[in-house]
């Protein structure tokens, strides 16, 4: 194991305006902040008059990262780039959202809002997710050798 | 309530949370996958991110908790359901594995809409797909 590209500072600053962003939505709106059930609550919807704010917590989103390359925050958003080709993208998407609407929840509603609640169900879908995602890369990576 | 007051915090939940998914550089997938290669090129910084968003949300959520109501809403609406089910299991396993080929989960993938190239936006319409034919199965099955 070799440690690259650690990031400390804005991982740590990222991630608390991401807990107090979580927070206010609880706060103002009385919501969870998992972005697979919000998105998933547009995408098919199964409640009249509960899609507004759904709609403009996704734009939201889109518009942070704007702001973020606005303000010249975003000094090499032009270097990201997708680390698999397009076949393996819509795999990945589709598992993504297979798997988020099947397990209730994402990083977000799961990882970060239901662990701050001490859910159960929260603890033991985090694990689930995180233990499949990092066999996968290894699989990739390393069993398939493909270097991503 | 007029309708700015009941929307307006939304958008502004989301503009925070897009923003912070951004400066934690989240919105880069190989920085993601970096972090989950345990075995080659670790890179530890989205347990920090992770870390960050979970303890100042442990923090403040008692006390969000403790008042009637939220402020722009009538109740509290949190998952009810606290019990481990196979459905979480299977569900978390799918989606770890669509997580860990491309490096991108729900928020980073929407966040990522403001460069869109066509990588990002075959990628979020896959997602759309897989989420609207899922909730469609959940919804008719039995």
Redesign the interface.
């Given at each position: 194991m070799t440690i690259v590209n650690f990031t400390p500072v804005p991982a740590l600053i990222g991630g608390a305006l991401i807990g107090l962003a979580a927070a206010f939505l609880l706060l103002a709106k009385g919501r969870i902040a998992g972005i697979s059930g919000i998105a998933g609550g547009v995408i098919y919807p199964e409640q009249r008059g509960d899609i507004g704010w759904r709609v403009l917590f996704i734009a939201g989103l889109v518009l942070g990262g704007f702001i973020y390359q606005w303000l010249g925050l975003g000094a090499g958003v032009e270097q990201i780039q997708a680390q698999v080709g397009k076949p393996m993208l819509i795999l990945a998407g589709l598992l993504v959202g297979i798997g988020t609407q099947v397990g209730t929840g994402c990083t977000s509603g799961h990882g970060i809002c239901g662990l701050a609640r001490r859910s159960p169900r929260s603890l033991v879908a985090t694990l689930c997710f995180m233990g499949s995602a990092i066999v996968t890369v290894y699989i990739v990576r390393h069993l398939l050798g493909a270097s991503l | 309530m007029s309708?700015f007051i009941?929307?307006?915090?939304?958008?502004?939940?989301?503009?925070?949370?897009?923003?912070?998914?951004?400066?934690?550089?989240?919105?880069?997938?190989?920085?993601v996958?970096?972090f989950?290669?345990?075995?080659?090129?670790?890179?530890?910084?989205?347990?920090?991110?992770?870390?960050?968003?979970?303890?100042?949300?442990?923090l403040?959520?008692p006390f969000?908790?403790k008042?009637d109501?939220?402020?722009?809403?009538?109740?509290?609406?949190?998952?009810g359901?606290?019990?481990?089910d196979a459905?979480?299991?299977?569900?978390?396993?799918?989606?770890?594995?669509?997580?860990?080929?491309?490096?991108?989960?729900?928020?980073p993938?929407?966040?990522?809409?403001?460069?869109a190239?066509?990588?990002?936006l075959?990628?979020?319409?896959?997602?759309?797909?897989?989420?609207?034919?899922?909730?469609?199965v959940?919804?008719h099955r039995g």
């Open positions: - | 309708a009941r929307l307006f915090p939304a958008l502004f939940a989301g503009i925070l949370f897009g923003f912070g998914l951004s400066v934690a550089q989240m919105i880069d997938p190989a920085k996958l970096n989950l290669d345990l075995t080659g090129t670790w890179d530890p910084s989205l347990a920090l991110v992770m870390a960050g968003g979970l303890a100042v949300n442990a403040v959520t969000i908790l008042r109501k939220p402020l722009f809403a009538e109740f509290f609406r949190l998952p359901k606290l019990q481990i459905r979480i299991i299977v569900g978390g396993i799918i989606f770890g594995a669509g997580w860990g080929i491309a490096g991108y989960c729900p928020g993938l929407i966040t990522s809409l403001s460069f190239n066509s990588d990002i075959v990628t979020f319409a896959a997602f759309v797909v897989g989420t609207f034919a899922a909730r469609w959940l919804a």
